[in-house]
């Protein structure tokens, strides 16, 4: 089974913070993505990648960006942490490029910015 | 752009009793089709999925068929369990790879 895990289940940090953001899967997949998910909004996506070094703007990237140094990991970053970016962040990864790929999910982090 | 749009929750019945979850999509070109579920304290997990107009997904009892005429792809189950419980998300794919969902359903089955 794909194995996608974050690092944290629970994050609190404060305003004006630089926060990371850590996800891992473990089967080799392409694409990775980072959402997140708010009450009544559902999930939207923040940024997502296709390849190591590569990365593209989801639907609301401001305030945030990505790194993908690795295959396996996708790191999302707020550069300084708001309290509206309380959320609970999902990350995902699907393989190739193919639209019926299903995406895997970690477990989430929930954050709080104080 | 992209769209889903899911009936709101919470959607409360009994145990046995049988269960539709409406979806509704808007999307340029021909997207594939998902249903995930979300139960307390986990990540989204893929329910069904289907990629082409009248394509039936299935699994776990749940069924779902791809209407391109209606751009609708409604949940159904015949007898939900309390284990059923959880948040139902529809989601679309187009080109890029990423999902497109709706705000999600809550479904709170009572014994």
């Known amino acids: 089974d794909v194995k996608v895990t974050q690092s944290s289940r629970y994050l609190v940090k404060r305003t004006g913070e630089k926060v990371f953001l850590e996800c891992v899967q473990d089967?080799?997949?392409?694409?990775m993505f980072w959402y997140r998910q708010d009450p009544g909004l559902g999930l939207r996506l923040i940024y997502f990648s296709y390849d190591v070094k590569m990365k593209e703007k989801g639907d609301i990237p401001e305030g945030y960006s990505v790194s993908r140094e690795k295959k396996e990991r996708f790191s999302l970053i707020l550069e300084s942490a708001s309290t509206n970016q309380t959320s609970m962040y999902l990350c995902?990864?699907?393989?190739?490029?193919?639209?019926?790929?299903?995406?895997?999910f970690g477990d989430g982090t929930r954050l709080s910015i104080l | 752009g992209d769209s889903v749009t899911q009936m709101e929750g919470p959607v409360t019945l009994s145990e046995e009793a049988f269960l539709t979850i409406n979806c509704t999509y808007t999307?340029?070109?021909?997207?594939?089709l998902f249903w995930y579920v979300q139960y307390p304290g986990e990540g989204l997990q893929l329910l069904l999925k289907a990629t082409k107009a009248d394509d039936k997904g299935s699994n776990k009892g749940f069924e779902a068929t791809y209407r391109k005429e209606t751009t609708s792809f409604h949940l159904e189950k015949g007898s939900v369990q309390v284990s059923d419980s959880a948040v139902y998300f529809c989601?679309?794919?187009?080109?890029?790879?990423?999902?497109?969902f709706g705000s999600g359903t809550r479904l709170q089955v009572q014994p």
């Open positions: 089967m080799d997949h392409e694409n």
């Open positions: 989601a679309l794919m187009t080109g890029r790879r990423a999902l497109t």
């Open positions: 999307a340029t070109g021909y997207p594939s």
């Open positions: 995902a990864s699907s393989k190739g490029q193919n639209r019926d790929q299903p995406q895997h």
